[in-house]
């Protein structure tokens, strides 16, 4: 029963023993008022917030990297770019996670910031994972693809799956979850007609890639190449195991690892949820969205819960605490027309 109850851990990347059961009662419940996803793809996400920010007066820029925040008297002052250029902002938001924000773009002799580095420093990083993206010849349709998510577990106790692959990577994979991004949107047989997708994850430690986590993107050599290879073969199988009919239809797969995400999002240690959902998380009073830096406030999943949902929540307090306003009722209320 135990591990019926607790099989969506995978949404917050913690097994059961060592997770919050608040964070776990959170997530499962928000499940019993249905689910949803954006018509167009994640995507669609951005784009429909893009003209939002831009009648505000602000702008979306890539290929930006913020090196440092800068501060003056502990308070924020503006950001400093990797190329050297300097932007002055009376406010600062950070969504590049608490751990990034405190340890990396800060300076270290900020004494208002002690205790808080201190107990950051006790808790661990959230899992990594490996995500094999799968693209098909056949509708969902043709496939019978109805989009319900999979989670398939070797056995009941998920700690005990875990730890016996952290041991012994040869080990049933603790976790797959199967997701059918197309079979979801009503608008993908429009866009790309006679095509599917699919996606497939496992959790695992970062440290079964931490050797390649210094080596540039698509230059990390043949045995990390040879390893994704097996890896990605692994979760193919589970993945035809589960749904036969894709068999034969598979145009297209791609792996991506620990490493990867290291590379695009930053993670040190290459983790999906920031901070791991323990209860000593969210007994640390001071990492929320106010910080004692002066103008700076942190958003994402590290202000609120893990994942999409909880990312754009913790935005929802941020902008709260930053304009002095509830603002929780507006993501309730319909958007007025663009």
């Not at 059961?21 to 997530?27: L, M, Q, S, V």
């Not at 002052?77 to 773009?105: C, K, Q, Y």
């Not at 070797?154 to 059918?180: K, M, R, T």
């Not at 007609?193 to 043949?222: C, M, N």
Request: hydrophobic share 35%.
């Amino acid at each position: 029963m135990i591990g019926v109850l607790t099989v969506q851990w995978g949404d917050y990347g913690l097994p059961p023993s060592r997770s919050s059961f608040a964070i776990h009662a959170t997530i499962a419940g928000h499940y019993f008022g249905g689910a949803s996803y954006p018509v167009g793809g994640a995507s669609t996400i951005a784009a429909a917030i893009l003209p939002l920010i831009e009648r505000g007066g602000g702008a979306v820029v890539t290929s930006a990297e913020v090196a440092d925040i800068t501060c003056c008297e502990e308070g924020a002052t503006g950001v400093r770019m990797s190329d050297g250029r300097e932007f002055r902002a009376p406010i600062v938001i950070s969504d590049a996670g608490a751990t990034n924000t405190f340890e990396r773009l800060l300076p270290r002799d900020i004494p208002v910031l002690g205790v808080l580095r201190r107990e950051l420093g006790t808790l661990p990083a959230s899992t990594a994972h490996l995500s094999l993206y799968v693209g098909l010849n056949e509708t969902d349709e043709t496939l019978g693809l109805t989009g319900t998510n999979l989670w398939v577990y070797p056995g009941f106790d998920h700690d005990e799956n875990l730890q016996q692959f952290a041991a012994n990577q040869e080990s049933p994979l603790p976790v797959v979850y199967i997701s059918f991004p197309s079979s979801k949107d009503p608008d993908f047989r429009h866009r790309h007609p006679g095509k599917s997708t699919i996606e497939v994850i496992t959790l695992l430690p970062y440290d079964a890639f931490e050797r390649w986590g210094g080596q540039r993107w698509k230059h990390r050599g043949e045995e990390y190449d040879l390893l994704k290879q097996q890896l990605a073969a692994r979760l193919r199988h589970e993945l035809e195991r589960q749904e036969p009919a894709v068999a034969g239809h598979i145009d297209y797969t791609e792996l991506s690892t620990p490493v990867s995400t290291r590379h695009f999002m930053n993670y040190g240690k290459g983790e999906i949820y920031g901070i791991a959902s323990t209860p000593a998380r969210y007994a640390i009073r001071e990492l929320g969205a106010r910080t004692p830096i002066r103008n700076l406030y942190l958003t994402g999943q590290d202000v609120a819960s893990p994942g999409i949902v909880g990312a754009m929540y913790g935005g929802v307090i941020s902008a709260s605490v930053a304009l002095g306003k509830n603002l929780m009722g507006a993501v309730s209320k319909p958007l007025p027309p663009s």
